[in-house]
């Protein structure tokens, strides 16, 4: 089986621009997590889809939205682009159900650096 | 709000030595923890995971143990190699879909 893939895989942008990421899960997985990398924060969840219906939501400003697709390929969107934006971004996947609790498999992420 | 704490932050041994990495939470309602490795740049590989119901997990030289009621879970790593060098990543997933991580414990093992 295919892993999680993440397109693309580093990205420059400038200050007030926005971007997008996409990410596939793995096959027949329902779930999609997204998750922030910085050096200062570590690991910050943004956001979580599942059947297409955004479950939960971490705490981060309403720049940052997703969605997921009826095939279950997820993009994130970030708009007005801000210099702390600059992170690693990693989605996750897995075949969670309401209330199961598979193991989540991480993609290899976006860099993205914001200039 | 769910605290995840890793210590020791960062960790130097020598080949061959067996290790153990600390990982404690604050919350013990959770669903299960799961232990990631990080390489540097990279995404995270599962390493393993317990559910909230099990006390230990193992897999090939490593071996994972949870005590929910202690909020308190343990990496143990036998005979490290210098490939076992990486950020290791406690996680504890107490609410659909979200994992609360530690900041991490990184690795190096010296040849």
């Known amino acids: 089986k295919a892993g999680v893939t993440q397109t693309p895989r580093y990205l420059i942008k400038t200050r007030g621009q926005q971007v997008t990421l996409s990410c596939s899960p793995i096959?027949?997985?329902?779930?999609v997590s997204w998750y922030q990398q910085t050096p200062g924060q570590g690991l910050q969840f943004l956001f979580e889809?599942?059947?297409?219906?955004?479950?939960n939501k971490g705490n981060f400003p309403g720049r940052f939205s997703g969605r997921q697709f009826s095939n279950s390929r997820s993009e994130m969107n970030v708009s007005t682009l801000e210099l702390g934006d600059s992170a690693l971004y990693l989605c996750a996947s897995s075949s969670l159900g309401q209330r199961s609790t598979d193991t989540q498999y991480f993609g290899p992420g976006t860099r993205l650096t914001v200039l | 709000k769910q605290e995840v704490t890793q210590i020791p932050a960062a960790l130097s041994v020598p080949e061959g030595e067996n290790l153990v990495l600390n990982c404690s939470f604050t919350?013990?309602?959770?669903?299960?923890l799961q232990w990631f490795r990080q390489d540097p740049g990279k995404g995270l590989t599962s390493l393993l995971l317990?559910?909230?119901?099990?006390r230990e997990q193992t897999s090939g030289r490593l071996n994972a143990s949870l005590d929910k009621s202690s909020g308190r879970s343990t990496l143990y790593i036998a005979a490290s190699q210098p490939g076992d060098s990486a950020t290791y990543l406690c996680a504890v997933h107490n609410q659909g879909g979200k994992l609360i991580f530690g900041q991490g414990t990184e690795l190096s093992v010296k040849p």
């Open positions: 096959s027949g997985h329902r779930s």
């Open positions: 889809y599942f059947s297409e219906t955004q479950r």
């Open positions: 919350d013990s309602a959770i669903y299960n």
């Open positions: 317990i559910q909230s119901s099990q």
